[in-house]
């Protein structure tokens, strides 16, 4: 089994979605003593955001890729190659103007790939990185989850949501922290109610299927 833990926030040891990813990871490794984990901190070595170079082409030019070129597409090859082979995937991502941190934007970007974490049929899309389980240690400054109006500005989880789903993972689990910049103790509450939902995950060994 096969654990790929992921980072997004600018933060360091100030980041609340950090602090939650860590807890998830050791809950999970608890469980799972011998499983093989990969670390990504995406803002400290973010890939490029796509160009004409990462997606191995430019206006007029001749068949053979640049060095540049190789060198994005090298990139996203180990990019997506560790997505795949990973079985729980824990990303931390907290939100940014509304929307994920543009460092993580930028790795889905790169993990998007057609015939490789989906493919086009007649019949639409169809993901093709099934059987995984992702984790999305949320964390917002205000609140959006308790009215409409609120949700509709919120294009962070549902966003998550919408591309692991499109990618062909049905099993998206989420633990949220909100109202994180409205004083300190509502911060403090948020946190701890998001640590107890971490702390009442139940993980089974991984000769066994992973619940909760």
């Known amino acids: 089994m096969k654990l790929l833990h992921i980072d997004s926030?600018?933060?360091?040891?100030?980041?609340?979605?950090r602090q939650l990813t860590t807890k998830i990871r050791a809950k999970i490794v608890t469980a799972?003593?011998?499983?093989?984990v990969e670390y990504l901190d995406l803002a400290a070595d973010p890939p490029g955001h796509l160009n004409a170079d990462s997606l191995g082409f430019a206006a007029g030019q001749s068949a053979e890729l640049s060095s540049v070129?190789?060198?994005?597409?090298?990139?996203?090859?180990?990019?997506?190659s560790q997505f795949l082979s990973a079985d729980l995937i824990i990303v931390g991502a907290p939100l940014y103007n509304f929307n994920?941190?543009?460092?993580?934007?930028?790795w889905i970007d790169r993990i998007a790939q057609a015939g490789r974490t989906f493919k086009y049929t007649d019949r639409g899309a169809v993901g093709l990185a099934?059987?995984?389980?992702?984790?999305?240690?949320s964390s917002r400054g205000g609140v959006y989850s308790t009215s409409e109006a609120a949700r509709a500005m919120e294009h962070q989880e549902s966003?998550?949501?919408?591309?692991?789903?499109?990618?062909?993972?049905?099993?998206?689990?989420?633990?949220?922290?909100?109202?994180?910049?409205?004083?300190?103790?509502?911060?403090?509450?948020?946190?701890?109610?998001?640590?107890?939902?971490?702390?009442?995950l139940n993980f089974v060994s991984a000769d066994e299927s992973l619940v909760s």
């Open 130 to 137: 099934t059987g995984k389980t992702v984790f999305i240690a």
């Open 32 to 36: 799972n003593p011998g499983i093989d």
């Open 9 to 17: 926030s600018v933060l360091g040891a100030m980041s609340a979605s």
């Open 69 to 80: 070129q190789r060198r994005e597409n090298a990139t996203s090859e180990a990019l997506v």
């Open 100 to 106: 994920v941190p543009s460092q993580l934007k930028a």
């Open 159 to 200: 966003y998550l949501q919408v591309m692991f789903g499109f990618l062909g993972i049905t099993d998206i689990r989420i633990v949220r922290a909100e109202g994180l910049a409205m004083g300190d103790a509502v911060r403090a509450e948020a946190m701890r109610a998001a640590s107890a939902e971490i702390n009442a």
